[in-house]
């Protein structure tokens, strides 16, 4: 599902969704994740993204993960 997200054009796909699904990929990648300064620098964005993105698959799932550009869990308005 990740890879075909990634592969589809521009204008049917937001880039956030696109960037999560690469960084979700490459925490996955054969197996054996790798750590996010390594991921940070392969993809060209900060560390705490990585983090952040890491987190919230894990708190609050895949979907949620991949379609939302910020975690609303916990913030108030």
């Known amino acids: 599902m990740l890879e ?3 592969k589809q054009k521009k204008p049917r796909v937001a880039q956030h969704k696109k ?3 690469q960084i979700l990929l490459a925490i ?3 197996n054996s994740p790798l750590i996010n ?3 940070a620098k392969a ?3 900060s560390p705490l993204a990585v983090t952040s993105l890491r987190k ?7 979907e ?3 379609n939302s550009k910020h975690s609303h869990q916990g913030r108030r308005r």
């Not at 919230?56 to 895949?62: H, Y």
């Open 37 to 39: 300064q390594q991921i």
């Open 43 to 45: 993809l060209n964005i």
């Open 56 to 62: 919230r698959f894990v708190e609050e799932g895949l």
């Open 19 to 21: 960037r999560h699904a």
């Open 4 to 6: 075909a997200l990634i």
């Open 64 to 66: 949620v993960a991949v």
């Open 28 to 30: 996955d990648e054969n």
